[in-house]
């Protein structure tokens, strides 16, 4: 590949997962370069208005982690939410041309298959047969049960503790220091 510089990148372009979206929702497209503040602010912002009822959050490649939390915020700060998560994948082409055209190398085209993520928040319910429903406050209820399950389990001793040992405890030292024996007149 040192032979080549890369021309240009192509995104094809994907219509969203979702059927039957209103022409005014607010699209958050998530790039990895993009702050959580100002994408969190301008969200929230919107959804607490009480005219915006649907918000879509999307991002691709190394912008799917940034997309998830952009997404959790918006769960706590934002009750009562209904969600749809679609996942799928984004064909990219790059173009790489020779370096030096005289030596007769052919041009490259590199597709490449990118993760890509959509999700849907709205205030009004949806359809819970759509696959990737998540209904408002299922995930919080879950983590609630799991940990009262974790809290009624035995307890554990604390280590170093017990059977007379000395271990976790400050051993004492002789009068002296470390490795000095002490004098005798």
Known sequence: MENY??????????ELPFSSLP??????????????RNLMGFAIGKM??????????????????????CVE??????????????????????IWESIVPEVGLDPLTVK??????????????????????QAPGSYDSQWLQELKVESQGPKRKKPGLGRGGVMGRKQHRPPGGRGETSKQS
């Open 112 to 133: 490449r298959n990118c993760p890509s993520i959509c999700i849907l928040l709205s205030k009004d319910p949806l359809d819970t047969a759509e696959p990737g429903y």
């Open 73 to 94: 915020i918006m769960k706590r700060r934002v009750k009562d939410l209904h969600q749809i998560t679609k996942i799928f994948y984004r064909q990219t082409e790059e």
């Open 48 to 69: 607490e208005s009480e005219n915006v009822r649907q918000i879509l959050f999307s991002g691709t490649g190394k912008a799917l982690g940034k997309t998830l939390t």
């Open 5 to 14: 510089k890369k021309v240009r990148v192509e995104e094809k372009p994907v």
């Open 23 to 36: 022409t005014d929702i607010i699209e958050m497209k998530v790039k990895d370069g993009s702050k959580i």
